[in-house]
């Protein structure tokens, strides 16, 4: 599956919005066992209007997009070296999308200066950030009966 990493431009938000209610909903069952009541909340701030202001004010937003410019996966970067978003749509899942998007974020850390990266990671994405290089801190955070535990990574 061709794509490109392109830093994120505001008229991709109801695609990024569309990609992570899909990622949320079809590939994080394990977080959320498909029940509405645990990924409702989770999915409450994901509007083109919260969409837009990330990307132009929360950090650096980078997507995956195809040949025809659909949007595959986003990442999104706080200046301080935290991960606040990192999802792809379920046909790019296992296509090298969400490593690209995780290198467009670290080496946006390293050009800061940074020397480590932190997130909270979904049941879903443990492994996956894992084969990363990423590990465990040991902090939890339950929020809606799932549980998200932070990683980071030395760069």
């Known amino acids: 599956m061709p794509f490109t990493i392109e830093l994120a431009n505001s008229a991709y938000s109801h695609e990024v919005v569309a990609v992570l209610h899909r990622s949320i909903t079809e590939l994080c069952e394990a977080d959320h066992a498909n029940d509405p009541g645990r990924y409702a909340p989770w999915l409450e701030n994901k509007t083109a209007e919260n969409v837009e202001a990330w990307i132009t004010e929360a950090g650096r937003c980078f997507t995956a997009v195809d040949e025809t410019r659909n949007v595959l996966g986003v990442a999104l970067g706080r200046p301080?070296?935290?991960v606040l978003l990192m999802y792809v749509s379920p046909e790019a899942r296992?296509?090298?999308?969400?490593?690209?998007l995780m290198r467009a974020l670290?080496?946006?850390?390293?050009d800061r200066g940074l020397d480590e990266v932190h997130l909270m990671s979904t049941k879903t994405a443990e492994q996956f950030y894992r084969s990363l290089g990423y590990s465990e801190t040991g902090d939890?955070?339950?929020?809606n009966d799932m549980s998200?535990?932070?990683f980071k990574k030395a760069i």
């Open 80 to 82: 301080d070296g935290r």
């Open 94 to 100: 296992y296509t090298g999308v969400s490593k690209a």
């Open 106 to 110: 670290e080496g946006y850390f390293q």
């Open 140 to 143: 939890t955070t339950i929020e």
């Open 148 to 150: 998200f535990r932070a």
